[in-house]
């Protein structure tokens, strides 16, 4: 193997001291290898050093303005930091430029629903699932999203996809029972968020939806 391939190899192994000394030896050995950048940048953010690691990231774009894992990670830090539409902007770019995976779809749909744009979210979440139907986070957000948007029978469907893949999912139990509660299904709303405590036994709103739930039984 070359130091590039040491490197992140090292990278993936979380030995970041060798991950280090491997990926500048080939910077310092080939200083236009867009890919030693990238995963250097990547080593600096799992540090915490989101400043340096920028800079990496667009070290790799003047290289090569077109660089799709770049724009990845760059996306990151921007949706890391709250700029949600400079990180949209970013993945937007990746599918553009061929990156097809359900992860940059998923954090396009993520963008979306943090700019308050729901409706657009939708067909993002969809597409993640159709390219890895057993991404959990991806079929949570998805059925989150359909319920915001008042879709609650497919918001349902997903939830309870959620559930045939992770059963102890609180956040999908809690949702659940919320849309059982519209449909007056009281018995299997009280079911799902117990099952929220259950997973998660300091859930809030399960917690505080169980509250509303006797309150009621008892007038």
Same mark, same amino acid.
């Not at 990926?23 to 080593?43: R, S």
């Not at 790799?60 to 990670?73: F, K, Q, T, V």
């Not at 067909?123 to 957000?141: M, S, T, W, Y």
């Not at 079911?191 to 008892?218: C, G, P, T």
């Given at each position: 193997?070359?130091?590039?391939?040491? %490197?992140?190899?090292?990278?993936?192994?979380?030995?970041?001291?060798?991950?280090?000394?491997? =990926?500048?030896?080939?910077?310092?050995?080939?200083?236009?290898?867009?890919?030693?950048?990238?995963?250097? %940048?990547?080593? $600096?953010?799992?540090? %915490? @050093?989101?400043?340096?690691?920028?800079?990496?990231?667009?070290?790799?774009?003047?290289?090569?303005?077109?660089?799709?894992?770049?724009?990845?990670? *760059?996306?990151?830090?921007?949706?890391?930091?709250?700029?949600?539409?400079?990180?949209?902007?970013?993945?937007?770019?990746?599918? +553009? =430029?061929?990156?097809? @995976?359900?992860?940059?779809?998923?954090?396009?749909?993520?963008?979306?629903?943090?700019?308050? #744009? /729901?409706?657009?979210?939708?067909?993002? &979440?969809?597409?993640?699932? #159709?390219?890895? /139907?057993?991404?959990?986070?991806?079929? &949570?957000?998805?059925?989150?999203?359909?319920? +915001?948007?008042?879709? $609650?029978?497919?918001?349902?469907?997903?939830? #309870?996809?959620?559930?045939?893949?992770?059963?102890?999912?609180?956040?999908?139990?809690?949702?659940? %029972?919320?849309?059982?509660?519209?449909?007056?299904?009281?018995?299997?709303?009280?079911?799902?968020?117990? +099952?929220?405590? #259950?997973?998660? @036994?300091?859930?809030?709103?399960?917690?505080?939806?169980?509250? *509303?739930?006797?309150?009621?039984?008892? /007038?």
């Amino acid at each position: 193997m070359n130091n590039f391939e040491r %490197g992140v190899a090292a990278l993936q192994e979380g030995n970041l001291e060798d991950a280090a000394n491997f =990926l500048t030896k080939e910077i310092e050995e080939n200083p236009t290898n867009t890919l030693a950048y990238v995963n250097f %940048g990547q080593l $600096l953010l799992s540090m %915490g @050093d989101v400043e340096r690691a920028c800079r990496f990231f667009e070290k790799a774009l003047e290289i090569d303005p077109e660089l799709a894992a770049a724009h990845y990670a *760059v996306g990151t830090v921007y949706f890391e930091d709250g700029k949600f539409e400079l990180a949209k902007k970013h993945f937007q770019h990746c599918v +553009k =430029l061929g990156m097809n @995976d359900s992860d940059v779809h998923f954090m396009i749909g993520l963008c979306c629903v943090n700019n308050g #744009e /729901d409706r657009f979210a939708l067909p993002f &979440f969809q597409r993640a699932i #159709e390219l890895d /139907d057993k991404d959990v986070d991806a079929l &949570f957000q998805y059925g989150l999203t359909l319920a +915001k948007l008042e879709m $609650l029978d497919e918001a349902k469907i997903n939830l #309870e996809k959620v559930l045939q893949l992770d059963e102890l999912h609180a956040d999908a139990h809690y949702n659940l %029972g919320i849309i059982a509660m519209f449909n007056d299904q009281v018995t299997i709303a009280k079911d799902h968020f117990n +099952k929220a405590i #259950e997973s998660q @036994d300091d859930h809030m709103l399960a917690m505080h939806a169980l509250k *509303v739930i006797e309150n009621k039984e008892v /007038d």
